[in-house]
């Protein structure tokens, strides 16, 4: 089965701008999480959305980012207006509700975000 | 939320040493997985491990749930062993996790 594809790979704007970052996750997989790594610093949680609505929102930083999961598929993150703190590396994973018991997250190869 | 500690930050080995890597959290939890990061950013899931201990070839782990810490052993390292390796816990069924600062591993060939 393919696994959680992320889109773009990197991305490079200029502050101010708007990019739009999308995640497909695993086929069938109901849960859907954005994390993100800034600085260089550790991983930390977005949100959470299970199938196309958001159970956890808690790290979203501030209203520039919105994330959607339209139909409870892929999902996309926007940031608008990036700001240079927003540089770094976002991450998407999913899980399937009720999978395999040493079955955990499973995570995209990362979005790597650089605003200049 | 949950503190994720893990140790050391940086660790530099000769090809072919053992290694272990730990993971210590401030309060019960629910799911531990191990993570190891490649050179290309990736995020790689090594184990999903909340209790006990499993093996995968060369690396193994061991979670004590009650003492609040979990292990990462790596035998025999290679270089495509070299990335950073996460900790990562969550407190209910599969909510958030929250991840360590992880270890930066180089082994050198």
């Known amino acids: 089965e393919a696994g959680v594809t992320q889109f773009p790979s990197h991305s490079v704007i200029e502050k101010g701008q708007t990019v739009t970052l999308r995640c497909d996750p695993i086929?069938?997989?109901?849960?859907l999480y954005w994390y993100r790594r800034v600085m260089g610093k550790e991983i930390k949680f977005l949100l959470h959305?299970?199938?196309?609505?958001?159970?956890?929102e808690s790290g979203m930083p501030n209203n520039r980012f919105l994330a959607e999961r339209t139909g409870g598929t892929y999902s996309t993150l926007k940031v608008q207006p990036a700001e240079l703190e927003d540089s770094g590396v976002y991450f998407c994973?999913?899980?399937?509700?009720?999978?395999?018991?040493?079955?955990?997250?499973?995570f995209g190869s990362g979005t790597r975000l650089t605003v200049v | 939320g949950i503190q994720v500690e893990q140790s050391p930050p940086d660790l530099i080995l000769q090809e072919g040493a053992n290694s272990t890597l730990r993971c210590n959290f401030s309060?019960?939890?629910?799911?531990l997985q191990w993570f190891h990061q490649n050179p290309w950013g990736q995020l790689i899931n090594l184990f999903y491990?909340?209790?006990g201990t499993k093996q995968n070839g060369r690396l193994s782990a061991t979670t004590v749930a009650t003492e609040r810490y979990s292990l990462l052993y790596i035998s025999s390292s290679q270089t495509t062993d070299s990335g950073v390796y996460f900790c990562?816990?969550?407190?209910?069924?599969?909510?958030?996790?929250?991840f360590g600062s992880g270890t930066k591993l180089n082994v050198k060939p």
């Open positions: 994973a999913s899980r399937l509700t009720g999978g395999p018991a040493n079955y955990g997250y499973t």
């Open positions: 309060d019960s939890v629910n799911n």
């Open positions: 990562a816990v969550g407190e209910y069924n599969f909510n958030k996790f929250y």
């Open positions: 491990i909340p209790s």
């Open positions: 086929s069938g997989h109901d849960n």
């Open positions: 959305f299970v199938k196309e609505s958001k159970q956890d």
